[in-house]
Nanobody
Framework: QVQLAESGGGSVQAGGSLRLSCTAS????MAWFRQAEGKEREGVAR????????DYADSVKGRFTISRDIGKNMLFLQMDSLKPEDTAMYYC??????????????WGQGTQVTVSS
């Protein structure tokens, strides 16, 4: 089982930036998910093995960038032009490639992102 550990969250003002990090596995496609209070968890960015195909939720396209450092087994989410609606707990997960479906039901502790207006 891949041990996932997210970090890098914080509190910023609208328009600011944050960079999230996650211990990753180079063997799997991976994604960032978020869950706002009272809402269901949603996928925001996914990446294939290697540094191949990337895909984003419409709500974050052009503002968020997913990447991975193969040598360090790390996954990143660069978040720019943050909006209050980006406020949520963010999680990384291994996924079935080409889908937003997690490979298992294991979730790390997440990292909180709070954006104030």
């Amino acid at each position: 089982q891949v041990q996932l550990a997210e970090s890098g969250g914080g509190s910023v003002q609208a328009g600011g930036s944050l960079r999230l990090s996650c211990t990753a596995s180079n063997s799997y496609c991976m994604a960032w998910f978020r869950q706002a209070e009272g809402k269901e968890r949603e996928g925001v960015a996914r990446i294939s093995t290697g540094n191949g195909g990337r895909d984003y939720a419409d709500s974050v396209k052009g503002r968020f960038t997913i990447s991975r450092d193969i040598g360090k087994n790390m996954l990143f989410l660069q978040m720019d032009s943050l909006k209050p609606e980006d406020t949520a707990m963010y999680y990384c997960a291994t996924i079935w490639c080409g889908t937003w479906s997690p490979r298992n039901n294991y979730w790390g502790q997440g990292t909180q992102v709070t954006v104030s207006s």
